[in-house]
Nanobody, 122 residues
Framework: QVQLVESGGGLVQAGGALRLSCAAS????????MGWFRQAPGKEREFVAS????????RYLNSVKDRFTISSDNAKNTVYLQMNSLKPEDTAVYYC???????????????WGQGTQVTVPS
């Protein structure tokens, strides 16, 4: 059974920064790309960023490119999301998961952690 534990969220003013962490267990960490997703109130969960196991391939939602950076520490089975220049539209609960194989921007598993809330007031 996969287990995903997200942390690092909080309330930050527009233009501020946060660093999210996700500790993953229950399967080989490097078996698939790891990704971050987010769900804003009243909206569906959406892809934010992903990273390949070797760190060489990273993908981003267009609206977060140049502001967010995904990284990982395979030894710690942890993936990070550095978020800079935060905007009110970044307000959401952020989740991590393994990515489905191939070019899909979907999560591999239906099991999700509790997420971590990021709030950027307007």
């Amino acid at each position: 059974q996969v287990q995903l534990v997200e942390s690092g969220g909080g309330l930050v003013q527009a233009g501020g920064a946060l660093r999210l962490s996700c500790a993953a267990s229950g399967r080989t960490f490097s078996a698939n790309d790891m990704g971050w997703f987010r769900q804003a109130p009243g909206k569906e969960r959406e892809f934010v960023a992903s990273i390949s196991w070797d760190g060489l391939n990273r993908r981003y939602l267009n609206s977060v490119k140049d502001r967010f950076t995904i990284s990982s520490d395979n030894a710690k089975n942890t993936v990070y999301l550095q978020m800079n220049s935060l905007k009110p539209e970044d307000t959401a609960v952020y989740y991590c998961n393994w990515m489905a194989a191939g070019a899909s921007l979907r999560a591999q598993y239906d099991d999700w952690g509790q997420g971590t809330q990021v709030t950027v007031p307007s």
